[in-house]
Antibody, heavy 115, light 110 residues
Framework: EVQLVESGGGLVQPGGSLRLSCAAS????????MSWVRQAPGKGLEWVGK????????YYVDSVKGRFTISRENDKNSLYLQMNSLRAEDTAVYYC????????WGQGTQVTVSS | QSALTQPASVSGSPGQTITISCTGT?????????VSWYQQHPGKAPKLMVY???IRPSGGSDRFSGSKSANTASLTISGLQPEDEADYYC??????????FGGGTRVTVL
């Protein structure tokens, strides 16, 4: 069974940083692109970015380019999202997902950016 | 990266058939077969219901079917049931090698 467990969310001040982690199990992690998707309170889904199987290619939504970085450690079956220069509008539930366009989702972790 | 266009809400009675549309452009929906549909119940993570326009994941309900014509994809739910009441999102691969979602459709079972 595919399992994705996000962690690292919390409350952070504007301008601050946070690193999210996603622990994967139940599949061969290194065989799949991985993605991050977020959902602001009461809003729809927004794709954040994705990373290739070997980490050699990364793509981001324009609103997070230069601030967020996706990385992975295949030997640890782990995906990461480093978020810098956080803004109030980054407040959302952040989901880790298996795949680049056909997504299987974790349960999400809440990130709140507020002073 | 503009969101794909979905109706805000669709409703139907139990047993009826409803269809949700998802309109994009030739740079996303119209240009690729990588359109997916997700179901999301309140407070839960999204669940993949259809991928690559019309393929159901293993174990998925055959009451859910997908199709595409030009720049518009559609999700049809037949034999509507109370548990189908949820938010539904479409997504599409884009020419920029990114992913774009629709704004979401609230399905209400009357």
């Amino acid at each position: 069974e595919v399992q994705l467990v996000e962690s690292g969310g919390g409350l952070v001040q504007p301008g601050g940083s946070l690193r999210l982690s996603c622990a994967a199990s139940g599949f061969t992690f290194s065989d799949f692109w991985m993605s991050w998707v977020r959902q602001a309170p009461g809003k729809g889904l927004e794709w954040v970015g994705k990373i290739k199987k070997d980490g050699s290619e990364k793509y981001y939504v324009d609103s997070v380019k230069g601030r967020f970085t996706i990385s992975r450690e295949n030997d640890k079956n782990s995906l990461y999202l480093q978020m810098n220069s956080l803004r109030a509008e980054d407040t959302a539930v952040y989901y880790c997902a298996r795949g680049g366009y056909n997504l299987l989702w974790g349960q999400g972790t809440q990130v709140t950016v507020s002073s | 990266q503009s969101a794909l266009t979905q109706p805000a809400s669709v409703s139907g009675s139990p047993g009826q058939t409803i269809t949700i549309s998802c309109t994009g452009t030739s740079s996303d929906v119209g240009g690729y077969k990588y359109v997916s549909w997700y179901q999301q119940h309140p407070g839960k993570a999204p669940k993949l219901m259809v991928y690559e326009v019309s393929i159901r994941p293993s174990g998925g309900s055959d009451r859910f079917s997908g199709s595409k014509s030009a720049n518009t994809a559609s999700l049809t739910i037949s034999g509507l049931q109370p548990e189908d009441e949820a938010d539904y999102y479409c997504s599409s691969y884009t020419s920029r090698n990114t992913l774009v979602f629709g704004g979401g459709t609230r399905v209400t079972v009357l």
